[in-house]
């Protein structure tokens, strides 16, 4: 499975937009590529999923370039409980059964 | 509450004991995974199982690790003689294959954390 890289960390102020960038250079034709968010002392969640161009939820919105080498996960208008830990994935574990989870991004986000 | 949930939520037990966690998916989920999650780091993927049957394990699931789903339903990890090396949190993760699921969404359980002293 391709590897990410993504900021170990960031800090954001509420009201703010937050773009957390993810490079995955070696994804693969097949593979999807996904953001899961963790708080403390819980499982992740699934935040949202694409294959190119850009996608957007009620959560947030994922912009794919062409190249698909790089990924990036917006997040509108933080706020406190936006701090979390935000993991980068690509594959399909629809076929492969199995996520990959790197190191995350530690989202700071201060009052 | 219909999402995962997992048994127990905390463990403390002395090195060299059996251990053995609970996992209930969600109900029309035919997939279920479990995963390790040290301090600092990502989800490590351990095994799953599609139905009852077990399709792939980990590297990292020694002999001493066995999961099993019998019934296609619940699942359990059990850990033989524990080791200090074996604390951690342990996540369990259900799915649904095909149909307007997203190829890559799981449904996380709160997770066991283990503790071995």
């Known amino acids: 499975l391709a590897k990410t890289t993504q900021p170990i960390s960031m800090d954001s102020y509420e009201g703010q937009e937050v773009n957390i960038t993810c490079s995955h250079n070696n994804i693969a034709t097949n593979d999807y590529i996904t953001w899961y968010q963790q708080f403390p002392s819980q499982g992740p969640r699934f935040i949202i999923q694409?294959?190119?161009t850009k996608v957007t939820n009620e959560v947030a919105s994922l912009f794919i370039p062409a190249d698909r080498k790089s990924s990036t996960l917006s997040l509108p208008r933080v706020s406190l409980s936006d701090t979390a830990v935000y993991y980068c994935l690509v594959g399909d574990s629809s076929n492969t059964g199995k996520l990959i989870f790197g190191q995350g991004t530690t989202l700071q986000v201060k009052p | 509450d219909t999402g995962v949930s997992q048994d127990p939520r905390h463990k403390i037990t002395k090195r060299g004991q059996n251990v053995t966690f609970r996992c209930d998916p969600i109900s029309e989920h035919n997939r279920l995974y479990w995963y390790r999650q040290t301090l600092g780091q990502g989800p490590e993927f351990l095994t799953y199982f599609q139905n009852e049957a077990q399709l792939e394990k980990s590297r990292l699931l020694s002999d001493r690790f066995s999961a099993e789903r019998p019934k296609g339903s619940f699942s359990t990890l059990e850990i033989q003689r524990t080791e200090q090396g074996d604390s951690a949190m342990y996540l369990c993760a259900s799915s649904r294959t095909g149909g307007e699921t997203p190829r890559n969404e799981q449904f996380f359980g709160p997770g066991t954390r283990l503790t071995v002293l």
């Open positions: 694409g294959y190119k």
